[in-house]
């Protein structure tokens, strides 16, 4: 069965795209740590990160520092944290999240709520500068 980000990937689930190329997809998290909080994957189904082969995995890190860098243009923060937990879904996924301090990358924090007009918004900032 498909994953959930198969589904987003193929229209099927909406998403605010931050990114879209022959091997990945960017797109914000619907449950955002912060504002700018974006996922990157591969299109292709690997649950584990470190089971995508080198090459796309290369690929992958560097797309992810493109769009950090962009995410630092666009929103405020003092730089942007990187994680991988990959607990809630088996579709290998980096975290790209602008933080201004350590506490700022704890999962059990509260989600920050935004409207369909403010996802719009973060995500054609984040686009502008890629
Ligand atoms: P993890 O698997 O790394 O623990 O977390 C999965 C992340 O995916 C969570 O931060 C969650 O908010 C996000 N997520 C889960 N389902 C969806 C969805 O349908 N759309 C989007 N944009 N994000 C999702």
């Avoid at 099927?12 to 990945?24: A, L, M, R, V």
Wanted: hydrophobic letters at 45%; charged letters at 30%.
């Amino acid at each position: 069965m498909a994953t959930i980000f198969t589904k987003i990937v193929k229209g099927e689930i909406p998403s605010y795209k931050i990114f879209e190329d022959e091997h990945f997809y960017a797109f914000l998290d619907i449950n955002p740590m912060a504002k700018g909080h974006t996922l990157v994957i591969p299109k292709k189904e690997v649950d584990y990160l470190f089971d995508i082969d080198d090459e796309m995995l290369k690929e992958m890190i560097v797309l992810s520092k493109k769009i950090a860098k962009a995410i630092e243009k666009a929103i405020e923060c003092n730089r942007v944290g990187v994680m991988v937990v990959g607990l809630e879904v088996p579709h290998a996924h980096i975290h790209l999240i602008p933080i201004q301090s350590e506490g700022d990358m704890n999962l059990s924090n509260k989600r920050v709520e935004l409207s369909k007009e403010e996802f719009g918004k973060i995500a054609n900032d984040i686009v502008r500068y890629l």
